[in-house]
């Protein structure tokens, strides 16, 4: 397993033990690469997961805005999903009962898709509705430095049998926990998104710009190196995390509930729990003038 001082090593696998899963069976090795459209669409499967994958994955189509691991009902995308449309996603790229996941990503466009909040995304789903799931520390790009193949073309799984039955309810928060927080200063709110975006500089993820009233900057950017798309050893995340108040319970958010799941992962791997993740984050939170929002460019 990656780095023993991480708190929970388990939550990731190193290229080698990847290769070792394949040859044994009894693993899933999902692609959810994105390459987003102006239409949340993603482009991925045909523009990256069939020019190069690894051998023996499927392209699992998390990014769309209805995508895989979303509520198809909801307004907003990426919103939390039911364990019946888990079960039915899962099963058509493969995926039975028993099997280890493995997530992988790459990252085709380092600015815009970054295939580690992809797979954290799915990761923080899946394994708060009970799924053995794991991150492939590095993605794509480790396994191609490690020297080893990828293959080309379309990929058709055969059709699955797992079964996910757990809601998960526990790891997300809606804005109402997000309210009660902010107002009774029982929660520490962590807001994910670059500190540019966070400050008001840079455009936000909906009619205004900054960050919701109170909440704490840690870019999920700072948590990876930017490199090897891997995360940083625990003592690197550490110091990284240091400015979360971790005797208090965790909100995080950004854009649309996707890199906020990098910093909960990273808090998770640290050994930290209770972790929530704000699934209408500031697509949700921006629209709504009644909820408070602080922009520092405002004051410059």
């Known amino acids: 397993m990656p780095n023993p001082s991480y708190a929970h090593p388990e939550f990731l696998v190193t290229v080698d033990e990847l290769d070792g899963l394949l040859a044994s069976g009894g693993v ?51 919103m939390w999903p039911s364990p019946e449309h888990v079960t039915e996603q899962l099963r058509q790229v493969g995926v039975n009962e028993g099997d280890k ?18 797979c954290t995304r799915a990761w923080w789903t899946l394994h708060h509705m009970g799924v053995d799931v794991a ?30 039955s757990v809601r998960g309810l526990e790891a997300r928060a809606t804005k109402e926990d997000v309210l009660a927080a902010i107002n009774g200063g029982g929660a520490c709110v962590i807001d994910a998104l670059p500190a540019d975006n966070f400050n008001g500089v840079d455009d936000g993820y909906g009619p205004r710009r900054g960050h919701i009233t109170g909440a704490t900057n840690v870019p999920f950017r700072s948590l990876v190196d930017g490199e090897t798309s891997a995360f940083w050893p625990a ?16 909100i995080s958010y950004c854009g649309g509930a996707i890199a906020a799941t990098v910093v909960a992962f990273a808090l998770a791997l640290t050994g930290q729990d209770g972790v929530r993740v704000y699934d209408g984050s500031l697509m949700e939170w921006s629209r709504d003038d009644s909820l408070p929002m602080t922009d520092p460019s405002s004051n410059a």
């Open 235 to 250: 003592d690197i995340l550490e110091e990284r995390l240091a400015a979360i108040d971790r005797e208090h319970p965790i």
């Open 135 to 164: 991150i492939l520390h590095g993605g794509v790009e480790g396994w191609v430095a490690s020297g080893r193949p990828l293959e080309t073309g379309p990929v058709t799984a055969e059709r699955g049998d797992i079964s996910v």
């Open 101 to 118: 996941v493995v997530l992988v990503a790459s990252t085709p466009r380092p600015e815009i898709d970054s295939g580690t909040m992809w």
């Open 28 to 78: 899933s090795v999902l692609d959810v690469t994105a390459r987003l459209t102006g239409s949340l669409d993603n482009a991925a499967e045909e523009r990256c997961f069939n020019e190069g994958h690894i051998p023996g994955s499927v392209f699992f189509d998390v990014p769309s805005a209805k995508g895989a691991l979303s509520d198809q009902a909801e307004d907003l995308p990426w």
